[in-house]
């Protein structure tokens, strides 16, 4: 019985409910109507009893009793029917209402991996199955971006990963082509050996992302002066914004303190500045902010850039994404500057955005203060 | 003569290894199984043993623990493709006495192994010399022929480093962990040790002298007498 209760569907059980519930409610007004009409037959009779006395009684008597039997199986034989006749309505019922859910199924079986951009359609958004299905269309939506950014992910790191690959091919089918100086085959050798150096950079920034991904990276937070870090940072990368004619300026409150892995989010901080000294104009100033509250620690890098339209915003913190293709590779980036950063901040409980002003860009880290 | 041996089971890469030793005048053995190079160890007499620890057979790891409860105490460079914390740790704890991950450059390898040998003979010098450039380490001047060069402390540090691996090849990673003291060397730092090294190249090799200072492309910095 709980077997076939378990695997019957929705429309059965609901008819089963529904046909069980009336029944019972049909037996009990059946019930309740048979006793009143017996009540009032009975109380009829008495009264006639008075006026004719004595005789005929016997016969009126079973007049009522045999009407009270006709009634009892009128009742009897009408309420079953009653019953099978409301259960098979209420079945119709069931499974107009529910087919739209049948249907949903059907749909949803239909949108696969390959063909994430189809949606339910919604018949009606207010009722039930059209909240059901806004719902399932939300998730299909994010299941599709993020499946469009694996592939695009995918797909990058294989053109990143092609690119050096084919130099080094192209260099070493070059220099074996004739017969050539010392000089150039050296300078053959080197140039293929700047792109393994490439590749191998690209590649053990890939794995660190890909442990990111997956939790594997253990951190070893100690509590540091994020003030402290920043000065750091600016004392190691200042020569390369004094290349670039900047000034690179630490804003600090003294001593902010946080917990979090230093050499993590030194790199953090290292690439978030690194980005503003390539993207910073020459001559500007590159400025480093940070500061305390009670509950969190921010610090802020803002160059005098042209800063960073709003279409390019939400992706900057993606792996290889690029607001200007061609440029950054001949700077030796590997496009995953801004992704690490992300990763590193985030790891540490914090969290990193682009916060525009009206000039220039500001990236904003915010750690949590325990 | 020194001896090394060389337990590697990537032909290639032990051929590699072996002509790059050979040409730093050590006398190399190579073995291209665990087994192998377990026994060879075991038998003979090395200076120094590199070992990869994905071996066939029996695994670097056991050969190593093994080479130590036996007190074959030459010193142990493993080589690892992976760069798990755990795997360089284990390693360390079962008495490997360096370690080097998979892609590594050469030089590298070269220096650590000198290093390795040089272990226990310690070479206490205050001062530093290469054709007429010397270095005090003491007062930190740096004097070139007979002018001074007015150098700030990273660039010291740089020039120092180079100057200690003299004739030798030093490569990015290097001076990004002995000279930066960064355990990893990322893009911002590659850049930096760039600019550092051409202001330090201005400053010693800029009036027209012989040129000391020189870049290997795709390998690293050197610093000799004469060109390559």
Same mark, same amino acid.
């Given at each position: ?5 378990? *695997? ?139 499946? !469009? ?47 393994? !150096? ?33 000065? !750091? ?90 607001? !200007? ?8 980036? *590997? ?36 | ?228």
């Amino acid at each position: 019985m709980t077997r076939w209760w378990r *695997t019957a569907s929705i429309r059965v059980r609901l008819t089963a409910w529904y046909t069980a519930v009336l029944a019972l409610m049909l037996v009990v007004y059946a019930s309740v109507t048979f006793v009143a009409v017996r009540h009032e037959f009975y109380e009829q009779l008495e009264e006639e009893e008075h006026v004719e006395a004595a005789h005929s009684q016997q016969s009126a008597e079973q007049r009522v009793e045999q009407q009270l039997a006709e009634i009892l199986l009128v009742l009897v034989l009408g309420l079953p029917v009653i019953v099978v006749l409301a259960g098979g309505g209420g079945y119709v019922l069931a499974r107009r209402a529910l087919s739209p859910i049948d249907r949903l199924a059907a749909d949803a079986r239909r949108i696969t991996a390959e063909r994430l951009h189809e949606r339910l359609s919604v018949p009606n958004e207010h009722d039930e199955i059209g909240r059901l299905a806004a719902v399932i269309n939300e998730t299909f939506a994010r299941l599709e971006s993020s499946f !469009d950014q694996l592939r695009r992910f995918t797909a990058d790191a294989s053109h990143e990963l092609r690119t050096p690959l084919s130099v080094i091919r192209g260099i070493g089918e070059l220099g074996l082509g004739e017969t050539r100086r010392p000089a150039e085959y050296k300078e053959a050798i080197g140039s293929m050996l700047e792109e393994v !150096d490439r590749l191998t950079r690209l590649v053990d920034t890939l794995l660190r992302l890909s442990r990111g991904d997956a939790g594997t990276v253990r951190l070893s937070p100690e509590p540091l002066d994020l003030a402290e870090l920043a000065r !750091d940072v600016a004392a190691s990368l200042g020569v390369l914004a004094e290349e670039r004619q900047q000034r690179l300026v630490v804003n600090a409150v003294a001593g902010v303190p946080v917990v979090a892995d230093r050499l993590v989010m030194r790199e953090a901080i290292a690439n978030v500045v690194d980005n503003a000294i390539k993207y910073g104009p020459s001559p500007s100033t590159i400025v480093i902010t940070v500061n305390g509250s009670e509950t969190q620690a921010v610090l802020e890098v803002t160059d005098e850039g042209p800063g960073i339209s709003p279409q390019h915003r939400t992706r900057i913190f993606d792996r290889f994404y690029r607001v !200007d293709e061609g440029r950054s590779r001949e700077r030796g980036g *590997t496009g995953l500057g801004l992704a690490i950063a992300k990763w590193a901040v985030e790891a540490n409980g914090g969290h990193i955005a682009l916060v525009s002003g009206p000039a220039g860009s500001t990236f904003q880290i915010v750690l949590p203060r325990e | 003569m020194v001896r090394v041996l060389i337990v590697e089971d990537e032909r290639k890469l032990a051929q590699v290894l072996s002509s790059a030793l050979e040409a730093e005048h050590y006398d190399v053995v190579v073995a291209a199984t665990g087994e192998d190079g377990f026994y060879r160890a075991n038998a003979e007499l090395f200076d120094l043993v590199v070992l990869d620890l994905m071996l066939p057979g029996r695994s670097g790891l056991e050969i190593l623990q093994t080479l130590r409860q036996r007190h074959v105490d030459a010193p142990v460079l493993i080589l690892t493709a992976r760069d798990g914390v755990d795997d360089r740790v284990l390693g360390l704890d079962l008495g490997a006495d360096d370690y080097l991950v998979k892609p590594f450059a050469l030089p590298e390898l070269l220096a650590r192994i000198r290093a390795l040998l040089r272990r226990g003979r310690p070479s206490e010098v205050l001062r530093l010399k290469v054709a007429d450039l010397e270095l005090d380490l003491v007062s930190r001047r740096v004097v070139r022929g007979d002018r001074l060069v007015d150098l700030t402390g990273r660039e010291f540090e740089l020039l120092e480093y180079l100057v200690r691996h003299q004739g030798h090849l030093v490569s990015r990673e290097m001076l990004a962990r002995d000279v930066w003291k960064e355990p990893r060397r990322a893009t911002p730092l590659d850049n930096v040790i760039d600019v550092q090294m051409a202001r330090l190249r201005r400053k010693v090799d800029s009036d027209g002298a012989l040129r000391l200072i020189h870049t290997v492309r795709g390998v690293g910095f050197v610093v000799r007498e004469g060109e390559l």
